[in-house]
């Protein structure tokens, strides 16, 4: 995980938990229309990936527990995890490819309308993905991999100054790459090459070489019209589009996007897939059903969209007739950690990363409500150009009083906790009841976000070794940890 270079170790803000009466009265616990929708208060589980699928990608037993022990708590809204539009492979995650997966999904559904009796409205992310592969040994990148050419053949006699490099049999060029110094390769090798021998081929919006990439702005339109349209069938009350992170609607929108065929370059040119898979969307499944967008409100790499970008994009996107915004930050592929060799390369590990899902060792600002300033920025833009658009605000929001200062403030809409719902789905309930002093409060070190990246199932520190002997209860890891969160006794 990346560090600030002399991290400020932050403590969990003390905080005063209104009492029922104070609750009934706040703004948070007010309804809020949501397209032609109406949600019973302004808080919001944003989407996370609990690694519970099958590998072809069913809804599984332990999803239906794991939602319906989200539900339980009574969120406003629950955002089911990132799930594949693709009828493609992906492991452990949810998809929403082909028809054969609405009935598990309805089965979610039916699942988190019964835990909440109805209360907490239930929406599901859907994402596409570019292709990433594990980083590859040296020698097979080089005996294998790399696609030699003169270029290769031309700077390596440069670099050694020695021209019978360029006549050289490539068996014998590849294995002087192979054996090279760094310094050598990084005169040898182009960005791309370089980045596939240390961080493992991926796929870019912009490899206009490819023909499946070159088409994205064909086909996708009417992979996620479709799996929108089966959320509708399985009984989702919307979809969220994810325009967000290192996916491949998020490398349209970004700066680095320099497409060259009408779909890269200038924000008008880089919204311009994102809007058509939008109305494409919209116009199958109609304008009485919720349809909104997660987008980040600023990439946090170099060259990447600033809030002045998101801006932009949050009024086009309230224009073009989405019922919400929820805004996110960072996590790229740009600035992630290499990988070791045979993994994948993980974008949460940068600073882009740490902005995403901030933790206590911070700077000066902490982690605490870190993505307000920007929210609160697109929000203005989006006003001042006339609509009201509900906007949701996430990252290191915890505590009543944040939440209710951030909506009285008029800086956000609504309210997403992620990790603090992790560690305490009954967070939205106790808080209602005047009991936020149960709350089992979310100390942001990111033990689960470790286990996201090592593609495990996700628990919480807090909780995931809490009576481990209660009888019926489902484990991992050889019983050391728990799935759920313990029920709460009211
Ligand atoms: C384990 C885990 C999985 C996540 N999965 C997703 C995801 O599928 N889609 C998404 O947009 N964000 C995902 N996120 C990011 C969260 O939705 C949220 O934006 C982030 O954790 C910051 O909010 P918080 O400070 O309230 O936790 C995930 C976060 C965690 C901790
Ligand atoms: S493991 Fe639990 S306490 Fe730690 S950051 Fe995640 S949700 Fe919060």
């Known amino acids: 995980m ?27 616990y007010q309804p809020i229309e949501i397209g032609a929708i109406e949600v019973k208060s302004r808080t919001w589980v944003p989407a996370m990936v ?16 794991w939602y319906r022990r989200f539900a ?37 559904v039916e ?10 409205k239930l929406f599901i992310q859907i994402i596409d993905f570019l292709s990433v592969k594990r980083r590859p040994e040296r020698e097979k990148f080089f005996a ?10 031309r700077r390596l006699a440069l670099a050694l100054n020695d021209n019978q490099w360029l006549t050289a049999d490539d068996s014998i060029v590849r294995n002087e790459l192979a054996n090279a110094a760094d310094e050598l390769l990084d005169r040898v090798l182009d960005a791309r090459e370089l980045e596939s021998l240390r961080f493992g081929y991926r796929e870019h919006v912009t490899d206009l070489q490819l023909p499946h990439i070159r088409e994205l702005p064909q086909v996708l339109p009417n992979i996620f019209t479709d799996a929108a349209r089966r959320a509708r069938e399985a009984g989702f009350d919307g979809v969220e589009l994810h325009y967000a992170h290192a996916y491949t609607m998020a490398g349209f929108l970004s700066a680095l996007n320099d497409r060259d065929d009408g779909y890269g370059g200038s924000r008008e040119q880089r919204i311009r897939l994102p809007l058509e898979v939008y109305r494409a969307v919209r116009k199958t499944v109609g304008d009485d059903y919720v349809v909104g967008v997660r987008f980040l409100g600023d990439e946090v790499i170099a060259g990447g ?67 307000v300033p920007l929210v609160a920025a697109i929000k203005r833009a989006v006003n001042q150009a006339g609509f009201s658009t509900p906007i949701v605000a996430t990252g290191g929001i915890g505590t009543f009083e944040q939440a209710e200062s951030i909506l009285q403030k008029g800086q956000a809409d609504i309210i997403g ?41 996700v628990t919480c520190k807090l909780w995931d070794r809490v009576d481990l002997n209660e009888r019926g209860i489902a484990t991992v890891d050889e019983g050391r940890r728990r799935l759920l969160a313990p029920e709460w006794n009211k």
């Not at 690694?51 to 999803?63: D, I, L, P, Y």
């Not at 809030?307 to 019922?323: I, K, L, T």
Request: one cysteine or more; hydrophobic letters at 35%; aromatic letters at 10%.
């Open 50 to 65: 609990p690694w519970r699928a099958t590998e072809e990608g069913f809804v599984t037993q332990e999803n239906l527990d």
């Open 417 to 457: 906790l992620a990790r603090q719902a992790l560690a305490d789905p009954d967070w939205f309930v106790k808080v209602k009841l005047g009991r936020g002093d149960e709350v089992r409060r979310c100390t942001y070190t990111n033990y689960c976000e470790a286990l996201d990246q090592a593609h495990r199932a």
């Open 2 to 28: 990346w560090k600030f270079k002399n991290p400020i170790k932050h403590t969990i803000p003390a905080t005063r938990w209104p009492t029922a009466a104070e609750a009934a009265q706040s703004l948070l």
């Open 144 to 153: 294998r991999f790399l696609e030699l050419d003169d270029r290769h053949k």
């Open 72 to 108: 339980k708590g009574r969120p406003g809204v629950l955002v089911v995890e990132a799930t594949g539009v693709r009828d493609i492979p992906s492991g452990p995650l949810l998809r929403i490819g082909h028809d054969r997966f609405i009935p598990g999904l309805r089965k979610l």
């Open 305 to 371: 969209n600033r809030v002045d970008d998101a801006s932009y994009f949050g009024v086009e996107f309230a224009r073009a007739g989405f019922d919400f915004l929820s805004i996110s930050k960072g996590g790229k592929f740009e600035d992630a950690q290499q990988p070791k060799v045979g993994q994948a390369v993980y974008p949460y590990t940068g600073q882009s990363g740490y902005e995403c899902m901030p933790t206590v060792l911070s700077d000066a600002t902490g982690p605490f409500g870190r993505s």
């Open 111 to 120: 699942a988190v309308k019964d835990a909440s009796e109805g209360q907490t």
